[in-house]
């Protein structure tokens, strides 16, 4: 009945980490937008730091490591690092305590910093799928095994890079059934496979238990600048895929802890000009945040809106939504604090910073923001492109302008509730 957040934290101080301190936080939530920190789930050992990993269910009782526990039961595995290896613990009260597993490690060391396992179980070929990030050169293996503690390596996919993703999806052009592998791709060789580099990428393709075939092409996912580390929740109810984020680099001066959480994104296949595209939406959750619109405005200029968001702080919580129509073939602009997005209509390229993305929309672009005192993320064309961008409400800038030759059919501003009241 409980959502499981585990992240990487060191309960000893919040400035930055130097990676040798490495813990597992845990924190839950019965809603996906409030939280309740609970104590330390992993800490250091022998074995060296608890490196990242993922969550899975437990199915079938396994001689040596389900007794006692009522299954299905989740497991934990992570990437000790003296040396790198992967390691397997279990929780016999719902996930607030966890034991490791005696014989750990169970997968021995296989190359240079093998970390970052992500474990499913794979029901047409009756086995559970690791697939796990090993380095020198980049490589995710994927891995097999009946029990969780005995794993077979069965094949290798070049170039992929750090905290793999990997689930079920179908097609929405061809309605046929297919995974989504999702990670960090890095390739500037064209003789090693496609030269392409991304922090967040996907490609979709056809898997057999233990071979992902690709069918689409490498394409960018969200494009942060401060995203990172991003994995679903295991056993959704609804058996949705919802992500969330690491807000890698993020700023808190002042607070008790260091970088954040995204909030809960919704993930989904969309049919867009002809392609599979992975597409990233708030969580419908968030949206139990927004109290009455403050702000409402319909068939207006950039001009005529400007004096209207004027009432809005660069400190108040908001959630804007926004419908543009470009009037000409000029720019458009967005501006939250000192973050600029762009839009051409003419290319109907999206560019922030030197990141730049061609979206698909119709006539009319739509975008949403939320706005924090200290991070903002940005959704356009139905979550086509995604951002997550740290952003301090001292910065300077406004706190929310529309700049060019635009009609803005609709703009309007909820403000948010504070998650820990």
């Known amino acids: 009945g409980l959502y499981h957040v585990f992240y990487q934290a060191n309960p000893t101080t919040a400035a930055p980490s130097t990676g040798y301190d490495m813990h597992w936080g845990h924190s839950v939530s019965q809603d996906l937008v409030r939280w309740e920190e609970w104590p330390v789930a992993l800490y250091p050992d022998a074995s060296g730091q608890c490196y990242s990993g993922t969550a899975c269910m437990i199915r079938h009782p396994v001689a040596g490591l389900t007794e006692g526990l009522e299954l299905p039961a989740p497991a934990l595995f992570f990437?000790?690092?003296?040396?790198?290896?992967?390691?397997?613990?279990?929780?016999?009260?719902?996930?607030?305590?966890?034991?490791?597993?005696?014989?750990?490690?169970?997968?021995?060391n296989r190359g240079e910093k093998d970390r970052d396992p992500k474990v499913i179980w794979h029901e047409a070929s009756a086995h559970y799928v690791m697939v796990l990030f090993v380095g020198g050169p980049d490589t995710y293996r994927i891995l097999r095994s009946k029990d969780l503690i005995n794993w077979e390596p069965v094949s290798i996919l070049p170039n992929w890079y750090e905290c793999p993703e990997f689930f079920p999806v179908k097609s929405p052009t061809t309605g046929e059934e297919l995974w989504l592998l999702y990670g960090c791709y890095r390739n500037k060789d064209e003789a090693n496979g496609p030269v392409f580099t991304s922090a967040s990428c996907y490609q979709l393709g056809r898997f057999d238990g233990q071979t992902f075939t690709p069918v689409s092409p490498l394409r960018d996912a969200h494009h942060g600048p401060n995203f990172d580390g991003a994995l679903i929740f295991a056993n959704e109810p609804s058996d949705r895929a919802v992500?969330?984020?690491?807000?890698?680099?993020?700023?808190?001066?002042?607070?008790?802890?260091?970088?954040?959480?995204?909030?809960?994104?919704?993930?989904?296949?969309?049919?867009?000009?002809?392609?599979?595209?992975?597409?990233?939406?708030?969580?419908?959750?968030?949206?139990?945040?927004?109290?009455?619109?403050?702000?409402?405005?319909?068939?207006?200029?950039?001009?005529?809106?400007?004096?209207?968001?004027?009432m809005l702080t660069r400190d108040t919580p908001v959630d804007v939504s926004v419908w543009l129509h470009p009037t000409t073939r000029e720019t458009i602009r967005v501006r939250v604090r000192e973050w600029v997005l762009e839009y051409d209509p003419v290319s109907h390229a999206l560019s922030q910073g030197d990141q730049s993305t061609v979206i698909h929309p119709g006539e009319t672009v739509e975008a949403r923001f939320l706005i924090d005192t200290s991070f903002v993320e940005s959704f356009w064309n139905g979550g086509e492109a995604a951002y997550a961008k740290s952003s301090l409400h001292t910065d300077g800038g406004p706190a929310f302008a529309v700049e060019g030759e635009v009609w803005i059919e609709e703009l309007v501003v909820y403000p948010m509730a504070d998650i820990w009241e």
């Open 243 to 310: 992500m969330m984020g690491w807000a890698r680099y993020s700023r808190f001066p002042g607070e008790p802890f260091n970088q954040c959480a995204t909030v809960p994104l919704l993930l989904s296949i969309k049919a867009i000009d002809g392609a599979d595209t992975l597409c990233f939406e708030p969580a419908p959750e968030v949206d139990t945040l927004r109290g009455p619109p403050i702000l409402n405005l319909t068939g207006v200029s950039a001009t005529e809106a400007a004096s209207a968001l004027e």
């Open 79 to 108: 990437a000790a690092t003296t040396p790198f290896s992967q390691h397997l613990a279990t929780s016999a009260d719902r996930g607030r305590t966890w034991q490791r597993y005696p014989g750990n490690p169970v997968v021995p």
